[in-house]
């Protein structure tokens, strides 16, 4: 009888064991999956440096309601300016009220002799004085701004002092023109000037709606030419762009302006000189990002409103 008791007394204590076990290994589990949730959590919060570095020799973004400096780099350096001419040619062509409709051809004039730039438009290419426009901020086509201009009351001549007069008229007293394409190194402007010719020229819908467009189609002939936007980032979702122009010669560097929705505030963007390809983008991404940040912690921020630099750069 005492050998039964000892062996209920014995089970009962292995069946105890086993259910202890059990228990203890439930109990890891939610601890285990408590852990790995924390773990993807911590990944999927983008980590932003609070410290803006950028590669643009000028730089500047304003707050364009407020007028707010938010970041600047050498804003009042005078320096080639490149295609981003060419919102100042769209400028002077729509306050011209010419037809837009109006037939242009493509003639050996319109050609570069100065850079020999490569385009799309040939020689004798019909297209009409909206499509040029089109391609002139849309794919910075050089023979459609020069189309634009030889073709303006007084021809090109005129065309140019038209656009210095619209300079002077905007307050831009470090910009200057010499030709509207911007394939002329001659062509000046600070990044606090063009700020300005940046918010002048996006109150115009039709630069607006042709700066931002991602592509077009033109007939040339029995040909049809598609164009691309030289502007990548009008094509990324994270972006809210009201306007855009990017710019290139060798004496420029790689140049961007534009007109965003930026940590839910409008903001003029204004990138010169930029080394590399990517290098504009680049600034520009952080320069979203950073602004992001700012906004998402803003305990974090400093008496200045920065965090842990300042607004001039």
């Not at 100042?88 to 010419?98: C, G, K, S, Y």
């Not at 020999?116 to 004798?124: I, P, Y």
């Not at 000037?193 to 077009?216: C, G, N, W």
């Not at 390809?277 to 920065?306: C, V, Y």
């Amino acid at each position: 009888m005492a050998r039964k008791y000892t062996l209920i007394i014995l089970g009962a204590l292995v069946m105890a064991g086993i259910f202890t076990v059990q228990d203890a290994a439930g109990a890891t589990k939610p601890s285990r999956s408590k852990a790995s949730h924390k773990k993807s959590v911590s990944k999927s919060v983008p980590r932003v440096p609070p410290k803006l570095v950028l590669n643009s020799a000028s730089v500047l973004v304003e707050d364009q309601q407020t007028s707010e400096f938010i970041v600047q780099k050498n804003a009042n350096t005078v320096v080639p300016i490149a295609s981003i001419t060419k919102l100042m040619t769209a400028m002077v062509i729509l306050d011209a009220q010419v037809d837009l409709q109006e037939s242009l051809v493509i003639e050996r004039e319109d050609k570069d002799t100065l850079r020999h730039a490569r385009s799309r438009l040939s020689v004798g290419t019909h297209l009409t004085r909206r499509e040029a426009l089109l391609l002139a901020l849309m794919a910075s086509e050089n023979r459609a701004a020069h189309a634009l201009s030889r073709t303006y009351a007084g021809g090109t001549k005129a065309f140019v002092a038209a656009m210095n007069a619209k300079a002077q008229s905007l307050g831009l007293a470090m910009t200057r023109f010499t030709d509207p394409t911007g394939l002329s190194s001659g062509n000046v402007s600070t990044a606090h000037d063009l700020a300005q010719m940046v918010d002048a020229a996006h109150k115009y819908p039709l630069i607006r709606e042709f700066s931002t467009r991602e592509e077009a189609t033109i007939q040339s002939g029995r040909r049809k030419l598609a164009f691309h936007n030289t502007n990548q980032l009008v094509r990324n979702s994270r972006w809210q762009i009201g306007l855009s122009k990017t710019g290139f010669i060798d004496e420029a560097g790689r140049c961007l302006v534009m007109q965003a929705q930026v940590a839910r505030r409008p903001v003029l963007i204004v990138l010169l000189d930029a080394q590399g390809k990517l290098t504009r983008f680049g600034d520009a991404n952080r320069i979203r990002q950073w602004m992001e940040w700012k906004r998402q912690n803003p305990s974090r921020m400093t008496r200045t409103g920065h965090p842990h630099h300042p607004s001039s750069m």
